[in-house]
């Protein structure tokens, strides 16, 4: 099983894996966000083969998508041999639906120097199974592992993996497999039953600081409401060696 086919240079097909949670009808958002990062990567017939390391991602999510396909295309906005700014446009019909902004850097010998404060995640044999299908519908859930610690309303740690590849039959780096699993901190982590309360995300922004490795993908999360209805939901982005980022949300909270 997959959640993407390649169906052309720059096309693809999503299959039932990416079905949305708040609309069954349209995607979940996570997995084309994968296929985004993946491009970036390959950079196929924009980026020359450079080495440069992907530091931020940051995705603005212009509107819902149905369970149909895309085209995804990269171009190089700020070219460079050690810093690069990269732009994926994802389009439906036409029409532009996700548009990911990333920043490469060269890689530098700073092992002697690295390090964070960050705090970090219990094991994920101490964290229990959740079944996260108990509050989120749509076939993207329902194809994700999850083991989550439940701190209250809006806070919680938890661990993700998935058995399914971003796209069906070439290499996928780990990042790009990750980026395709970022989307579900928001709903990790609810403040409000979400059958009351819709909150969902307008933008993901994650910065990087080390290329995450193979294994789970460890979320320590934080939902905030403000009066007004707007939120925002902050993660610190874990592997099962120690932290490695951290990601942002925008939300629209609508009662």
């Not at 294994?215 to 999360?221: I, K, N, S, V």
Request: charge should be negative; aromatic fraction near 6%; proline fraction near 8%.
């Amino acid at each position: 099983m997959t959640y993407w086919h390649r169906t052309g240079p720059h096309t693809f097909t999503p299959t039932e894996h990416v079905g949305g949670a708040w609309d069954l009808e349209t995607q979940h958002i996570a997995t084309l966000l994968g296929v985004m990062a993946h491009e970036v990567e390959l950079g196929r017939d924009a980026r020359r083969d450079d080495g440069l390391q992907v530091s931020r991602m940051s995705y603005d999510i212009l509107g819902t998508i149905p369970i149909e396909p895309v085209s995804v295309e990269v171009s190089v906005l700020r070219p460079g041999r050690t810093i690069e700014l990269v732009e994926a446009r994802a389009c439906h019909g036409g029409r532009p639906v996700v548009l990911l902004r990333a920043w490469l850097t060269a890689d530098y010998p700073t092992d002697q120097i690295d390090g964070t404060r960050h705090q970090p995640m219990p094991p994920v044999e101490d964290v229990p199974a959740w079944d996260m299908t108990s509050l989120w519908p749509g076939g993207f859930i329902a194809s994700v592992e999850v083991r989550r610690e439940d701190l209250g309303p809006g806070r919680a740690r938890s661990w993700v993996r998935t058995p399914h590849p971003i796209v069906a039959d070439e290499p996928v780096s780990r990042l790009s497999q990750v980026a395709g699993l970022l989307d579900i901190t928001n709903g990790v982590a609810v403040r409000v039953d979400p059958e009351k309360v819709s909150f969902p995300n307008l933008d993901l922004t994650a910065h990087l600081f080390r290329t995450p490795e193979e294994g789970w993908l460890g979320l320590d999360t934080t939902v905030s409401f403000g009066p007004t209805g707007a939120g925002v939901t902050t993660t610190v982005l874990h592997d099962e060696r120690g932290v490695f980022g951290v990601s942002t949300q925008i939300l629209t909270v609508r009662p």
